[in-house]
């Protein structure tokens, strides 16, 4: 395993081309705009080296019996599914934000699964070549960004009926020793500061889409690649100071960046889908099932985080007690218990893949992400509601330090006497962070846009069981 | 472990006292106000003997080792509370409404946590008596009614503090051989269909509230027990034919009572509590949150069957394949499974008592029923935005039934061709009884009502904690 | 005008044919049945004759220039519009629950409309003897049943290509002297009580479904009209005392019936539409609008009493001033008054039609209705919250009346001193009436379903204009 | 009246000391960061001028009897009102944001009431003094900030009480010629680009308070004015191109300051209360109410945009048609109607104050402000559901300009044919301006929390009416 520091140096060794703002960024640990996102990424290294997050963070390997750091971890059991569950809280609860590693982390979960299935379907070998990349990976401490969001170009269109036929990622080149893929993949959460990218199928493809079926791995630093580095809410206060930021250590979601793929070369060792596209569909479900497990583990973290801001915002106002602010708060608690509640539950009532590894509830996992949808935005609202108006309307923070108006602003804002002006910025800054824009965005479409979800719900759902159930009682014959 | 049968007769065997409607109920077995009662209550003796539920429906004894009715189970494993909720949900599928034996069930797992936290603290020996009560109850398979709800009277007032001394049950003798209990349980659910009731107290005592602080188990022919049977929506039909009551087989919730008791006598060897007042607010918190636990459980299989029913009235009403209609079904998925989730996860992360047996996370219990305070009636208000205004103006049986009208009825109120018009008319009113009045109500205060859970959320809210973590990402130092 | 006696009397002079669970009923004004609904109806001739109601409920006819019972008036100004639903509400306050008489005045009102635009179509003269209509309805203050709702049958075909043509009413005979018509109208409100209905279309029609596009008067005891009463919540209740129906004198909802129509003969006098299908369509939306205008008027006088009777409960039970009630109060009286908001602005925004009479802006009419089948639900439940579970459980009346259990009830269920168990009993039961089964679905589905008003609110929406809005901020060129 | 350019002109002529980031703004018709909040506040000038808007924008003055901008009007009849609604929605159309002016208007509104009142009590002469400034108002077109928010400490005090006396605006001086204040003021919304602000108090007031019963009119660029411009969303990027910024023509809300008042002096004849402290709380309850009744006009202007750039979102990404999307723009249209209904029907059912003008009804009005705080959450939430995750990682426009990068994001971001990919950036760049971060806190906040509306409206609701009405329904006596 590696520890925080091994994990930056190992990020300084990588050349990836990374395009921001009209300008190049040539060290993503040090950048000022990237390397919040560093930090979040780091926790999830530097956690694991504290014993009382060991049996969270960590694992044992199942392919090689040794501790891993549960991010690169297949998992061995419910308990697993449900300690990952439990793990991204508490991790959230640190950073505040995305710590962006689980997407690899679910997607080599998923492609342990299908590389399976297509082997004993096809009579490939994608599966053993898969076990000894995620060895390494598990060895090195890799950190692997799931790269599955094609650019999608019209959506009402198929891949292979796209007037582009690059609006995803598809093979162009079937070489002796690897394939060459073109194309981009969007919303790339950590990219930047992963080790390598973990390329997957969108969506559900037909026999006329085979060379859209592709699953491999390409180091982010690979010739051809190119990241352009995504805007995000307040960005350029990360140039200015560390108050207004809010969350001047860890930033805001994961980072996300368009990736390009200019006819990438990959070798056949990290190729792990290759046409079979009837598979495609599924793989899509299971990565996105893992994946939207998750929400109720990191954006309840964050929320917890959003609840403790607003209750001290209450406070630092001089009105922690008012009836109807506890309950607001209480609210707040209600709704995001609950989200968690859904990834709980769909951990728990996981089971076992032919592959080996453990799977979740998909019904269930699908109810964590939609109510995630919902309740991030009712969260923020409620801490608004709390917080006041001063979070729309607050000074910069070279006003607050400028001689000229410093003094103004620390006597007119301030409240209780319990906290310093500056403090009660602080906080209120952290809360309009944690708000608005971006964090709110994400939490609507990560893991997939809530019509997805709802698809999968029908889907997963046993009508015709349900109106047997209905006629017996109705004493209804046909 | 008694069958279906076998429980009946043993119902014949008790001479309750029932007031009913100005009438007394003496064969509460075969008398139509309370038949469909008795038969929810029957599903649970039903289906433990049969093979694919054996699983669920059936433990063994922690303290006999034989095969038990799992109703009288003492939790073993957090395998034991999922099944449970399991459970529940099955039979309620089966049903269509409450099938009454969890509240005992509930009663009992919390008094076997606090008559061995009073022993230990107070020297007592109420454990060791309540296990031989449970082994009895075991052996004989017995439905015990859960006896918790006072009338309270002025709820602004103590039980000491109330003009009549009356309105919570305390104790009003002691004797050599037992004690004597006066006072009254409100919405005693199942209680007419039970062996005997275990009653506990309703709300947290002070010391001069010791008299009130009483559990105890009384038969419910017991001498000066008085039941005056409750009015639920639509009662009368059950008289009238099979149609109108909607799911004639089961009835609609618990067939509550105000049960009575005239200066009862309770032997010692089933005197559980008997003055220890400081234990009553944690009893209370036990058996509320195991009781809570359920909502989950038993009304997503209520709800099961009330979306199976929508689905069922969109295809009779010829347009089951309507985008509204498809997306409204899904949201009544989507809250189900959202409340399945708490219940599920509290029980997944329940953990052992220091009596041995299992109890739920209580923060995550009290989320399952606040939820189901809004689930139901949004169900509701979906199930009847689909099945049309049809549900508030179907004609009566008899005038289905008549040769005068039942032509007219047949005619008019036919829809698609793939149904007759009174299979049309059956589901319809198996939804109007169970998306309506009672039904409603009872999905908001059974277990408690709103505001005792929000309280709870609060209480097990480490708020403290929640605002360091704001604190740090805020860099706020105090 | 009528007083309520002369009503009454108007009614006893009547002789429907009415069947109703088996038997006739062959009295409407002191069946116990249907007693309560004429009460509803008969407030609104004996309010008129009340001074201080006699801007709402009265006006000068355009027709005739006398005093007439605002019912059966044309609107003529915007502030007609305004006094209907002020009306309405005020009338909902006293009833607490339907009075049934607006839906003849909004058909008479649409009829207006389209008879001019027919006529000046279409050469006919239907506008003019539709005066001659409205006039005797004026003068001798009749109350008239708006007709519009057909079976409907397969709800994915038209009339004309319904299995049995009878499931929309049509014409099945032109003869020199009148037409014949057949089929039913369900869900017909106040239909048993009042003198006669206007039938109109229901659904837009093609050229192939001509003899649909009828509308005509026919007295509700002409030959060959048979009605058949729907069965409401509760209903037999009313026959056995004045406490557990909740609302004696006034019943739930309308009374609504199945009105069949055996080839019943209607004079040419008496016949508005006969054969002009292109104008079906904007007749129902004339009519749904004026209708849907009337919710947040008449279910926010109902709501005031459900307001009014639950914060009467809080106080009956002790804890009238606790934050959390007051705070659900606030939300009940905050939903209610944005419902009214919608009718009032709805009306103040009305304008002239080019028949003279004015209407609604048919945008913000559907508005009303799409809220009220959300906020009568949410209402409900929050009266639910406050009241307590007692409303779910409650003794019978007989029980309370019964010297063997009377006592025990008026003790247990004894609360504040300040009122007696009987009253506390009464309000409880008022609210199970009014928030429960019949009264909700009422709310869901009177004057058209959810889906209905969501495909105007999209079609009255100019979106193309929308969008240019925000091409032009976004500096957006095509 | 003014024209745009004169308005713009006159603004040049002011020396406001304006602090921003650190320096010192000079030139607020110019600078990059206020130049769109003064494009807003122009758009009010320049469409008086345009003839289709002529009877929204002017109004006659009651007082002058010649054309003025309605801005400056007291309003003559309910009619005013309700055009004060829709020329806000009209104008919010055009700037997509707040246009600032109404906050002076409604100032001028409820300090006409005031000063009449308070003359009629205390012999004062404020009126008449008043009425000579609202005439130099309307002759010079000026543009006033309403100045009501002070930054109140902590919460918990009232204005004497607090440890800084300064934290309410306050009289530190009566002199002869005049008074001296001293204070701030807060979230002041246009205050930069107003000729003058009108000074009025924040809260309910004791005898104790009497310094702080103080309004007064106080040009911007007054000896001892200080603002300290706050800081928005995204607010840097205006200093770096037109496209990130979104709606770079007018910004987002209403470049909020805080405004110091460094003892200020006062001449008598702009003083308009000074002492009497007894009419603070209505004085505020008037402000409170006409400011409330905007929120559903010039929010549902704001909100049409986001209506219309989401269904262009939906038209760019290829699927317009699909039906989750219809349903949800439809959603986002009831919600936005209603709010706007609210706004209607408060004006429509105004009334004549005893000074002379019209006045909204301040339960409704309150219902419009509540609505608003949901409202604009739920439209955000439709619009970030329908418009993608896009709008969540987009690009820099630098990188969209650069040759190096801007043909990748040129093709990937590339959707429907029918639209570039600039403009469809553009789209989401809108959007994601009108949709986070500051628009939604103001949305909350503005014109005060949601705990202020709720207290109001049980204060307007007549409690014990209610009661009365359903004791009758219920036949209860007491």
């Known amino acids: 395993m590696m520890n925080k520091e091994q994990y930056l140096d190992s990020l300084r060794k990588l050349k990836p081309v990374i395009h921001c703002n009209g300008r190049r960024i040539t060290d993503v640990v040090d950048d000022p705009i990237t390397r919040p996102h560093v930090n979040s990424a780091a926790m999830t290294y530097e956690l694991a080296f504290q014993p009382e997050y060991e049996d969270l963070m960590t694992a044992t390997s199942s392919l090689t019996g040794k501790k891993i750091n549960r991010f690169t971890h297949l998992h061995q059991s419910t308990e697993d599914l449900v300690k990952k569950v439990k793990m991204l809280r508490m991790i959230a609860q640190k950073t505040g934000t995305c710590f962006q590693r689980c997407v690899g982390f679910d997607a080599m979960n998923a492609t342990f699964i299908v590389t399976d299935k297509v082997d004993k379907a096809c009579g490939t070998n994608y599966h053993q070549r898969f076990i000894d990349f995620v060895k390494y990976v598990q060895e090195n401490d890799l950190m692997i960004a799931g ?123 990290l190729v792990f889908m290759c046409g079979e596209y009837q598979f495609a569909q599924e793989y899509v479900e299971y990565f996105a099932s893992y994946h939207r497990q998750n929400y109720g583990g990191c954006k309840a973290g964050v929320a917890d985080v959003i609840i403790g801001a607003t209750a001290a915002m209450a406070e630092y106002n001089g009105i922690p007690g008012a009836s109807h602010i506890k309950d607001k708060l209480i609210e707040m608690i209600h709704l995001v218990e609950t989200m968690y509640n859904c990834s709980i539950a769909c951990s728990a009532e996981g089971h076992k893949t032919p592959a080996g590894n453990y799977y979740v509830n998909t019904l269930l996992a699908n109810t964590v992400k939609l109510n995630c949808t919902r309740t991030m935005y009712e969260v923020s609202r409620l801490a608004h509601d709390i917080a006041g108006g001063f979070i729309a309307t607050l000074p910069y923070e070279a006003d607050l330090k400028s001689p000229e108006t410093g003094h103004y602003i620390e006597k007119y804002f301030a409240a209780s006497p319990k906290v310093t002006t500056e403090n009660r910025i602080r906080m209120a800054r952290l809360l309009e962070n944690m708000t608005g824009g971006t964090a709110l965005a994400e939490s609507m479409h990560g893991a997939g846009s809530p019509q997805a979800m709802r698809v999968m719900l029908y889907r997963e759902t046993n009508m015709e069981q349900k109106k047997e159930l209905a006629k017996n009682l109705a004493k209804v014959k046909v």
């Open 147 to 269: 790269s599955m969001t094609d650019p999608k170009g019209d959506r009402s269109k198929k891949p292979g009926q796209q007037v582009d036929p690059d609006m995803f990622v598809h093979i162009v080149e079937r070489r002796d020793d690897g394939i060459v893929v073109r194309g981009a993949k969007a919303h790339q959460t950590g990219m930047v500061n992963s080790h390598a990218m973990l390329i997957l199928p969108t969506t559900n493809l037909g026999p006329e889409d085979k060379d859209y079926a592709v699953a491999c791995v390409i180091p982010v630093d690979a010739p051809g690649v190119v990241h352009i580095f995504g805007r995000q809410t307040n960005d350029g206060r990360r140039l200015q100071g560390d108050i207004d930021t809010g969350n001047s250590e860890y930033a805001i979601v994961g980072g996300e960046t368009l990736t390009v793929l200019n006819d990438v070369f990959v070798p056949w060792n």
